[in-house]
């Protein structure tokens, strides 16, 4: 059998456990649908990691980022999956996170840096979620743009999980110096990035964050 396949299947399964537990955990647990969403949103971020190590085709990335959007829409459709449905706010979040995640990896397909895939995965994965819990439990210096409440201490601990995020990708991948330049480009990108979490509303952040970090980070080749 085909290796990516296989990697491809059990990549598959292990995406279908994550949302099994988050439906345990909200069912029967009864753990909120605001916190069963964010382990699915940062569960799912960290099992992309594994795309570029276990996939070597685009193609089958494309195949596992359409699947899951099939399920998602059915289950918004029949509401099902209530664990990461059950919010009381329209969001086509869900939906945005496989597109995001298939064009980061053609990204880092083409440009051949899989920083392309892993900074701005990790940034949705760890900072948005880090921004929405701490912006909900310490709402200081709240605003509205349009219908979506935000707030400068969830913008703030975004930004500053950015930075902890590109620098710890950056040790990983093998990093030793630091340069006047690398600093410039990590808080350009942290900083760009949280002003679109910021501007972005009804789960559009899921698109545009990871977008906005692969546009400095082209800029900057």
Known sequence: MNTDLIHA????GSFLALFGLAEI??????????YTRKLVHI??????????????????VLALCSSFALILILSMRFSLLKSINA??????GSLCYPVSVYCCFLAFIHYGEIAFFYIPILILAICDP???????K??????????????????????????????????ILGGETVSFKGIFELLIIASVSAFVEALSGRGYDNLTIP????????AFQ
């Open 87 to 92: 919010i009381d706010r329209e969001s086509v």
């Open 130 to 136: 880090v921004a929405a819990l701490t912006g909900k």
């Open 25 to 34: 955990l909200y069912h029967l647990l009864k753990v909120q649908a605001e």
């Open 138 to 171: 310490w709402p200081l210096g709240k605003f509205t743009i349009g219908k979506n409440s935000k707030s400068l201490m969830g913008t703030a601990m975004f930004f500053v999980s950015a930075i902890l995020v590109i620098i710890g990708i950056y040790l």
């Open 211 to 218: 977008l906005s970090v692969l546009l400095c980070l082209t």
């Open 43 to 60: 569960g799912t971020g960290l099992l992309t990691l594994l795309f570029p190590l276990l996939l070597s085709s685009h193609w089958w």
């Open 9 to 12: 299947l059990i990549l598959a």
